[in-house]
């Protein structure tokens, strides 16, 4: 009997999260007025402060799915994502509408997690949706107090696969470094852009590639060049991560990750790392999401020296326990 393989969804979508005011209302402007030759669909959560640009929309409904000028598509969420996310779709195969990429506006206020953990659970919108990745607003003029103040800024920031600053002319080098530095301990995962969300490239927010189930763990090199537990502003948000060139037991690992996600995954922001197992000859690739997690086996680690590597960004892990009991999973010689 042949057993097709299932296939990988085939909507991209990009969650754009950020404090209120930092910036992503008018990079949504932005993508609807510019001729930027992709075709995307806006969802906006309609409990942010601020709307987009009245003049491009119609709102005597409680509903509305807009098509622009440019190709794109925007729509207002008034209810369940998973149902506005269908109804995109069926309108897409039927031909009333025609779009290629997602861009998902979070509230200001909102954990982007639950909202990431949809595309991977719910039976609805997996087969049809890739979640691409999560990419964070921060404004530089108010940003650094928003973090002090904000625990669902923290958690933004702590999601992102991509940070872009805005307002960075407002604040001086020396500020914006601060800042830049501040972000880094907290994600060191997701590369930094400093942009006006005016003239911003539509392109920083499409093809983010962040969830794929890959072999590479990018973190930022400047991460490494001090001590990396230094935390700025003691921030609840941070990095850190754990390498090993020891194999570890696939069994005692499998346990440990499962009671470590039991105990703490509603702080378990994103995790993600590459797998050296005991008898396994290929590279195994694991990610997270709260209490949601994934593995995939990749290629053979040829001429490369196995190892293992894993990142944890989370709000006050214990950092020195999660390593020992990482520790306790190794394959014993």
């Given at each position: ?23 992503k209302?008018?990079l ?19 409990f ?5 640009d ?10 509305q ?7 794109c ?27 290629d ?20 659970m ?30 669902a ?40 852009r ?21 072999d ?8 490494f ?45 994103r ?31 040829g ?6 590597k ?18 306790t ?5």
């Amino acid at each position: 009997m042949n057993v097709e393989e299932p296939q990988e969804p085939e909507i991209p979508v990009t969650i754009l999260t950020g404090f209120l005011g930092a910036g992503k209302t008018t990079l949504l402007n932005r993508i609807l007025k510019e001729n930027h030759n992709h075709k995307i669909a806006i969802i906006e959560n309609e409990f942010g402060t601020e709307n987009v640009d009245n003049d491009l929309l119609v709102t005597e409904n409680n509903e509305q799915i807009v098509s622009m000028n440019n190709g794109c598509v925007c729509c207002t969420i008034r209810g369940d994502l998973s149902r506005i996310l269908t109804k995109l779709r069926l309108q897409r195969d039927k031909g009333e509408i025609d779009f290629d990429y997602i861009v998902l506006e979070t509230s200001g206020v909102a954990n982007p997690g639950p909202v990431a953990q949809t595309f991977f659970m719910d039976d609805a919108i997996a087969p049809f949706f890739r979640l691409d990745g999560v990419v964070t607003v921060v404004d530089a003029k108010y940003g650094p107090k928003t973090l002090d103040d904000e625990a669902a800024a923290r958690d933004q920031v702590g999601f992102a696969d991509r940070i872009l600053v805005s307002k960075c002319d407002l604040v001086t080098p020396e500020e914006l470094a601060e800042l830049e530095a501040r972000l880094r301990s907290m994600n060191a995962r997701a590369p930094i852009r400093r942009v006006d969300m005016g003239n911003c490239p539509v392109d920083v927010v499409l093809d983010i590639a962040g969830f794929n189930m890959n072999d590479v763990l990018d973190v930022d090199p400047n991460f490494f060049v001090n001590d990396h537990h230094l935390h700025h502003h003691n921030d609840d948000i941070h990095t850190f991560v754990y390498e090993t060139e020891t194999p570890f037991d696939p069994q005692k690992l499998d346990r440990y990750i499962g009671s470590l996600t039991a105990v703490y995954g509603q702080d378990m922001l994103r995790y993600k790392g590459i797998l050296y197992f005991a008898g396994v000859d290929r590279r195994v690739v694991f990610q997270g999401v709260h209490m949601l997690a994934v593995s995939d086996v990749m290629g053979p680690w040829g001429d490369v020296k196995p190892f293992s590597k894993l990142v944890f960004i989370g709000r006050n892990l214990p950092e020195e326990a999660i390593a020992r009991g990482l520790d306790t999973c190794l394959a014993k010689a």
